[in-house]
């Protein structure tokens, strides 16, 4: 059983930044992908961005892409999300989460099994 906890959200004005931590316990992740979700009011839970377990590869929404940054330190089973240049858009609950199957990676919810509680992020105007 995998555990996803995210921290680092919070409240902060546009054009500022932020960054998400997701720290993962129970399996060693480093051949899974991992993604950030996010989850606004009212709408369905969209792809930011994803990580290959490698590192290596990233894959981004085009809504932050340039904005956005996704890393990971395999040895601390921990994948990052550093957010640049924030607006009122971005405001919303954002969820790490752990690919189904090692070695693939995906941009869709339902193709990852593991996911953490969320953590808030709001954008002021």
């Known amino acids: 059983q995998v555990q996803l906890v995210e921290s680092g959200g919070g409240l902060v004005q546009a054009g500022g930044s932020l960054r998400l931590s997701c720290a993962a316990s129970g399996r060693t992740l480093s051949s899974y992908a991992m993604g950030w979700f996010r989850q606004a009011p009212g709408k369905e839970r969209e792809f930011v961005a994803a990580i290959s377990g490698s590192g290596i590869n990233t894959y981004y929404a085009d809504s932050v892409k340039g904005r956005f940054t996704i890393s990971r330190y395999n040895a601390k089973n921990t994948v990052y999300l550093q957010m640049n240049s924030l607006n009122a858009e971005d405001t919303a609950v954002y969820y790490c989460?752990?690919?189904?199957?090692?070695?693939?990676?995906?941009?869709?919810?339902?193709?990852?099994?593991?996911w953490g509680q969320g953590t808030q992020v709001t954008v002021s105007s």
């Open positions: 989460a752990v690919a189904t199957v090692a070695y693939t990676i995906d941009f869709v919810p339902n193709k990852y099994s593991y």
